[in-house]
């Protein structure tokens, strides 16, 4: 049977937020489904509205701005910072967001974020690595922020891709975008410094077990807003516990045929 679709308010929102441990000068990355929570009033911009409220302007709301499937199996290409659309990647919220007064955006060309707030600049990252040394998911640990799903689960969680490439684990490689260009938001080209950490085929990624594996350590916080399943964890912990697991088997985080496929490789 269906579920009925809930008629969500801003309020209803801000106090799931709070629920979940979102407080005024936090710093949070967000990852949303809008069409999860039921019906919204006001839709994406409701949902921004009551982040951003609850934060308060000492707060820094992230948001991501991928453009992966645009870019990552081509050469010669050029992203326009101001101008490329989220929508498709990672859904109206975060689209709608990118286009709001003072938000701005990092000049990664496959894994650029939106943020707005005190530290917004400071989570930009360097546009080099997708997730590891210097990017904004590194620079995210380091500011001690939270992780927040808005609808949807850790199959979408990127920063455990932050692990891998910490990790440097062996299903995955590092691919550069020369010949590429980067359009500014003031209209200046510059030369594409991105780099990024690709699944090297045939590999698959198992991501949605980390949940209940996180719920056992007891580091995540939940709540529902309407049909939407909210869950708030800091971002340092799902790296920390993450990094564990990893360590002691290299390909934790793949389904069990590519960790296999992995093992036999490495002749395990």
């Known amino acids: 049977m269906m579920k009925s679709k809930p008629y969500v308010t801003k309020n209803d929102i801000k106090k799931g937020l709070r629920e979940v441990g979102l407080r005024e000068g936090d710093i949070v990355f967000v990852h949303s489904s809008l069409s999860s929570f039921g019906y919204v009033e006001g839709g994406a911009d409701t949902v921004i509205d009551a982040l951003l409220e609850t934060v308060g302007s000492s707060g820094t709301v ?15 290409v050029v992203f326009d910072v101001a101008n490329t659309s989220v929508k498709n990647e990672v859904g109206l919220i975060p689209e709608v967001f990118r286009k ?8 990664h060309i496959c894994h650029s974020v939106t943020a707005i707030g005190p530290h917004a600049r400071d989570v930009m990252g360097d546009g ?23 609808g949807v689960g850790f199959n979408v969680c990127t920063a455990l891709h932050m692990v891998e490439e910490f990790m440097h684990v062996p299903y995955r490689y590092y691919r550069d975008f ?13 030369p594409c410094k991105s780099v990024e950490f690709l ?3 045939g590999y698959y990624n198992d991501f949605a077990k980390m949940e209940s594996i996180f719920d056992q350590e007891g580091i ?11 869950i708030n964890v800091k971002i340092r912990d799902i790296f920390d ?13 793949l389904t069990p045929e590519s960790r296999k ?7 395990i």
Do not use: C
């Open 62 to 76: 992230v948001m991501p701005a991928f453009t992966w499937t645009l870019y990552h199996d081509k050469v010669g």
């Open 100 to 107: 709001k007064k003072g938000v701005i955006r990092s000049i």
């Open 128 to 150: 080099v690595r997708s997730f590891g040394e210097g990017s904004t998911f590194h620079q995210l640990y380091k500011l001690d922020s939270w992780y927040l799903l808005l």
């Open 178 to 190: 020369r010949h590429s260009k980067v359009i500014l938001p003031d209209k200046r080209i510059i």
């Open 199 to 201: 699944r090297k085929k």
């Open 220 to 230: 995540l916080r939940k709540t529902f807003i309407g049909n939407a399943k909210i």
């Open 241 to 253: 516990v993450t990094k564990r697991y990893v360590e002691k088997d290299i390909g934790f985080l």
């Open 261 to 267: 496929r992995l093992k036999q490789e490495m002749n």
